[in-house]
């Protein structure tokens, strides 16, 4: 059996290959950002030159997300990706993740990407209905940005995805594909028990840092009310479609 990288009361981490690691496959619904073929790189650019930072192990195609899913079989699963690869085999339902805050940087086109697609595959979605697009306000870029907070290039909101695993079916979630962790925050903010896995062991090292220095506040589980909206616990805003925290 595998020695986790990082063990809470609800959080497992393992740090590994998860093609290799068996673990995560014995989660009830999955819940993951796997390289899906966008060949990613971050870097900090001008007109004349551009820098890379940053990379996304595996991005080159589709490979790793089909080994998994083909791993994980036909129980639900909840998958992020892009246009510009196939969808998921089985995906039922396509959601969408709207980057409010998203910026053109510096590109020649008449468009600037805004949104990532989220795939739904298998039975069991619960919960109140939803429109199928999600908003979120946060930049991804800048020194406020999730990217500078995270140690990540491509991190996902905690709010984001405490919404998307508040419609998924009662189990153990997996993410076999951790990256800066957002799935094990959001999962375990909500009460969930959830197994990841990480390829590289400094994103282990930054899952680790930010589940031991973030209070578990217990308040989070209960329904929400005026008496607990000093909580921080983000509401999505039925008007503007927009994920928020409670002020008092």
């Given at each position: 059996m595998t020695t986790p990288y990082y063990q809470d009361?609800?959080?497992?981490?393992?740090?590994?290959?998860?093609?290799?690691?068996?673990?995560?496959?014995?989660?009830?619904?999955?819940?993951?950002?796997?390289?899906?073929?966008?060949?990613?790189?971050?870097?900090?650019?001008?007109?004349?030159?551009?820098?890379?930072?940053?990379?996304?192990?595996?991005?080159?195609?589709?490979?790793?997300?089909?080994?998994?899913?083909?791993?994980?079989?036909?129980?639900?699963?909840?998958?992020?990706?892009?246009?510009?690869?196939?969808?998921?085999?089985?995906?039922?339902?396509?959601?969408?993740?709207?980057?409010?805050?998203?910026?053109?940087?510096?590109?020649?086109?008449a468009w600037f990407p805004a949104h990532e697609e989220i795939y739904v595959l298998g039975d069991g979605w619960a919960g109140k209905p939803h429109q199928s697009v999600y908003t979120t306000t946060q930049a991804q870029d800048g020194a406020q940005g999730l990217v500078a907070q995270t140690g990540h290039p491509t991190p996902k909101p905690v709010p984001l995805m405490e919404a998307l695993i508040s419609s998924c079916p009662p189990g153990v979630i997996a993410d076999p594909f951790a990256g800066s962790g957002a799935t094990l925050i959001a999962a375990r903010n909500l009460g969930r028990e959830v197994i990841g896995v990480e390829l590289e062991e400094r994103y282990c090292e930054g899952i680790a840092r930010r589940l031991s220095q973030q209070a578990f506040d217990f308040s989070a589980l209960e329904p929400i009310t005026p008496d607990v909206r000093s909580s921080g616990w983000p509401r999505h805003d039925d008007e503007t479609g927009l994920f928020k925290e409670w002020t008092p």
């Open positions: 009361d609800l959080v497992t981490l393992y740090h590994g290959d998860s093609l290799e690691l068996t673990e995560w496959t014995a989660a009830d619904v999955l819940v993951t950002d796997p390289p899906y073929g966008v060949r990613y790189q971050s870097g900090s650019m001008t007109r004349a030159t551009r820098t890379l930072l940053a990379t996304v192990a595996g991005d080159e195609d589709t490979t790793a997300r089909d080994a998994a899913l083909a791993e994980w079989g036909a129980k639900p699963a909840m998958i992020f990706g892009g246009w510009r690869q196939p969808r998921p085999e089985g995906t039922r339902h396509l959601l969408i993740w709207h980057k409010a805050a998203a910026k053109p940087g510096y590109r020649t086109s």
